[in-house]
Every structure is written in structure tokens, then in C-alpha cells.
């Protein structure tokens, strides 16, 4: 049974930084994707970056240059690196998962509907 926890978020004034963990259990060393995407009030969710078991990674337009995404190896929690947080970024934040050897759907045409585990969100609030 695939368990995805995330944690690390918070308040921070825009220009600040955070990093969300997502510590995952029961993806074991099999092939799978896992992303990254967001929810703010009143809005769809939108994908904010993925990573593929090869290693790549892919990040919507909006967060490129300031949001890592990474993953040491198996055993390690999902991470993203945010820097330089605006006030757009609020939003609660989910990791998911996918297993499967197909590559990572695109973080900036995803909706998150490729993906079949999903973690609980941790809220990410920036104010200006």
C-alpha cells in the first residue's frame, strides 16, 4: 500500500523560502513518477513539478528558475525546494504518486488525474 505524508509548510513573507517533504511508503524500487501540485481557494489544482524515476524533472513555467524538486533515492523523502515565494504561490500543496513506466505527465498541462496515490497537502501561505 502506496502512503504519501508531506509536511513542511507554513507562513513566510513573499521573497521567503520553505521546503516540503513528502515521505513515501510502499513505492519500493519499482518504476513511478511523483509530482508536486497545488490548490488555491476558488481555483483548479495545477501541477508544480515532477520527477521521473530516471531522474528528470519537469516544472511549470510559473515556479521554473525558484522550485526544486528531488529525490535523493528510494528510501528518501520527496522534496521541494521553494525560493523566492510570492504571494501566488499560496496555495496547499499535495505530492503524488504514479507507478508505471510511462514518463511524468508535464507539471504545466497536468491536473493531477495521471496519478493514483495521494498525500494529505500541507498549506503554503506567502504574504506581501
Known amino acids: 500500500q502506496v502512503q504519501l505524508v508531506e509536511s513542511g509548510g507554513g507562513s513566510v513573507q513573499a521573497g521567503g523560502s520553505l521546503r516540503l517533504s513528502c515521505a513515501a511508503s510502499?513505492?519500493?524500487?519499482?518504476?513511478?513518477?511523483m509530482g508536486w501540485f497545488r490548490q488555491a481557494p476558488g481555483k483548479e489544482r495545477e501541477g508544480v513539478a515532477a520527477?521521473?524515476?530516471?531522474?528528470?524533472?519537469n516544472y511549470a513555467d510559473s515556479v521554473k528558475g525558484r522550485f526544486t524538486i528531488s529525490k535523493e533515492h528510494a528510501k528518501t523523502p520527496l522534496y521541494l525546494q521553494m525560493h523566492t515565494l510570492k504571494p501566488e504561490d499560496t496555495a496547499m500543496y499535495y505530492c503524488a504518486a504514479r507507478l508505471g513506466t510511462r514518463p511524468c505527465p508535464s507539471p504545466g498541462k497536468s491536473r493531477g488525474y495521471e496519478y493514483n496515490y495521494w498525500g494529505q497537502g500541507t498549506q503554503v501561505t506567502v504574504s506581501s
Open positions: 510502499g513505492l519500493g524500487y519499482s518504476r513511478h513518477c
Open positions: 520527477l521521473d524515476s530516471d531522474g528528470s524533472t
